[in-house]
């Protein structure tokens, strides 16, 4: 079964540091590729996404991610965080055969020390 | 334009009773879907409705089932609670051949 994998569960940073979220996903196959983010008391929101072409996408508020394939990899990077991206990151996929049904990791918790 | 809605915002119930959550898409998407996230946990998909046709199927009991209506809102229903049905309940609308789906503010469970 296709799943994907978080590895860090609580981030903690201070602001101005750059920022690396690790996301592995298993799946052989063609792969979409999504970064969800979630700020305290809002709903799910759309950072960037995948589909194909230029594997290195950027997101909103200075966000960005690469897609390695031979890795399995679609880690999500910020040069220099601000306070206001204290929230929880999503990595998730759907594939080619289950385009509807997003597969999402356990999710990262960032907080940002002002 | 106003993003996918959901109603109500929270609820409380008791074991072994019934609820119906609801979801209207964003104007012009009519394909929905239902996820479960439990608290500490990424999102689960549960269904997922185009043109009132059930498209997809994750991994729940058949106590939770769904429907689609004519103007594309969405009902779910959880039958016979479980303390376990405790969870944030997100509804997501597409519009037809994107990949995007956007994701309303979720209705809170709790199962007493």
Redesign the interface.
Known sequence: AQSVSQHNHHVILSEAASLELGCNYSYGGTVNLFWYVQYPGQHLQLLLKYFSGDPLVKGIKGFEAEFIKSKFSFNLRKPSVQWSDTAEYFCAVTTYSSASKIIFGSGTRLSIRP | DA?VTQSPTHLIKTRGQHVTLRCSPISGHK?V?W?QQVL??????IF?Y?EKEE??R?NFPDRFSARQFPNYSSELNVNALLLGDSALY?C?SSSQGT????????TRLLVL
């Open positions: 993003g394909s879907s996820y500490g946990q990424g999102p689960q998909f997922q185009y498209r997809g994750g997100l997501a990949k995007t789906q956007y994701f309303g503010p979720g």
